[in-house]
């Protein structure tokens, strides 16, 4: 009887049988997502590098600097535009933002908002997801303190 299942386990169950139909038909082709988080990721350290020790007086260094951002922020702006195709894809755009949202705004509300939810999703796929998570949420530091902390 529905209702004596708990809550997670039926909206787990009505969230797998939404999926499942998009999933199967989409399987055969790449989510999207990856692409256009690929590209942020991309355009993100081409910025740091222009940035990496800029002479704001050198206006090649400058010019070069500008062009990285604007690409940078063009890419950003697609990805906005993407929608995910597979629960991995979602997984993986939410992964994204709130390891980006963590290195760029550490230690505000929303980052630590969003680590959590993050976290909270990989918990709820687990119980979905008989073979366990594509995308490993858990290892997104609480702030860019705590992820140079961990790199040395």
């Given at each position: 009887m529905i209702r004596d299942l708990p809550r997670r386990n039926l909206l787990g169950a009505a969230l797998s049988t939404m999926v499942a139909g998009t999933v199967s038909a989409l399987s055969a082709e790449p989510d999207p997502i990856l692409a256009a988080i690929q590209a942020v990721r991309e355009t993100s350290a081409a910025l740091t590098s222009a940035l990496d020790g800029l002479n704001e007086d050198d206006p090649?260094?400058?010019?070069?600097?500008?062009?990285?951002?604007?690409?940078?922020a063009d890419a950003r702006n697609a990805l906005g535009k993407v929608?995910?195709?597979?629960?991995?894809?979602?997984?993986?755009?939410?992964?994204?933002?709130?390891?980006?949202?963590?290195?760029m705004e550490p230690d505000t509300f929303g980052a630590l908002a969003l680590r959590d939810l993050a976290s909270a999703l990989e918990d709820f796929a687990e119980t979905i997801t008989p073979r366990g998570p594509v995308v490993s949420l858990r290892q997104i530091p609480a702030s860019r303190h705590d992820a140079l902390q961990g790199s040395r």
């Open positions: 090649v260094q400058m010019r070069r600097a500008d062009e990285a951002a604007d690409r940078d929608r995910p195709t597979t629960p991995a894809g979602f997984r993986a755009l939410v992964k994204f933002h709130a390891e980006d949202v963590t290195w």
